[in-house]
């Protein structure tokens, strides 16, 4: 049977110590806190992780904690994205060394593929190894889009079982989706304020930043909307959208971490060049916070 990627999964912050070293202690107890707090699984070493700014050592650490961690009570992402090919499937044979459950393959970035090039790319990744791949599409971070005819070719590939299009543009999810329904292929909403929208369309869950802070309300938007109760879905929904719209606060991604650290969750700082926010900023960020009865 296909493995089928659904519900919530936090896209988890590698938490830092001030000397911008992985914190273990941290990374341990951030991932109870998401599991005691109802997520549906963990996604590490995405970007929100800062996967750009680790090591391959130090992304299979990061991999290996999650994955002992977590010990089996909800399946373990990994991000494997890279520039090229070869280093995608040296990541992969890691990520099987570990233990982990699936991977999500970023698009190439700075290098802009064809769409030949795309499939060829992704079709390679995905005969050299047994796990489930995820696509991601990223374009604003990437500059490389994954079109919908791209996307329903490669979903004919039998371990590619997904993708979560973090495009923000609603009608190219919607065509995700659409063009693979006769298939075992499965979307999930990149975007933190259109994880109900997704879901509506027939789409399967999110990978969300804003779950680290505050897992159990985006958790709630998916556990409603497979209850029925899509009243209450909408109301998590709509409840979330100040979080995600303070990304804006500063540089990507040190608002989620600055947001944990507010909360109580040590999350440590962002690598540099990406520093911490200014006092009015974080005094918003706050405000924000308490106001979503987080603080």
Known sequence: MTFVPKGI??????PFNENEHINEKALRALVDYLIDNGVHG???VGS???FYSLSNQEKKSVMEI????AAGRVPVYVGTGAVTTREVIELNEIAEQVGADAVSVLTPYFIKPSPDELYEHFRAIAKATKLPILLYNNPPRTGVALSAELV???ADIDNIVGIKDSSGDMTLTGEFIRRTLDKEFYVLAGR???ILATLMY?????????ANVAPRLVASIYDCFIEGDIEKALQAQRALAPLRIAFSLGTFPVVIKEALNIIGIDAGPARAPVSGLSKE???ELEQILKKMNLV
């Not at 999650?66 to 961690?69: E, F, I, L, M, W």
């Not at 027939?202 to 804003?210: D, M, V």
């Open 152 to 154: 329903e070719r490669l």
């Open 66 to 69: 999650a994955v002992d961690q």
């Open 9 to 14: 999964l936090p896209a988890v912050v590698t």
């Open 281 to 283: 900023k974080k005094k």
């Open 48 to 50: 929100q992780g800062e």
């Open 192 to 194: 933190d304020t259109l």
């Open 42 to 44: 963990l996604f590490v």
């Open 202 to 210: 027939g789409g399967y869950g999110s990978i969300a930043a804003s």
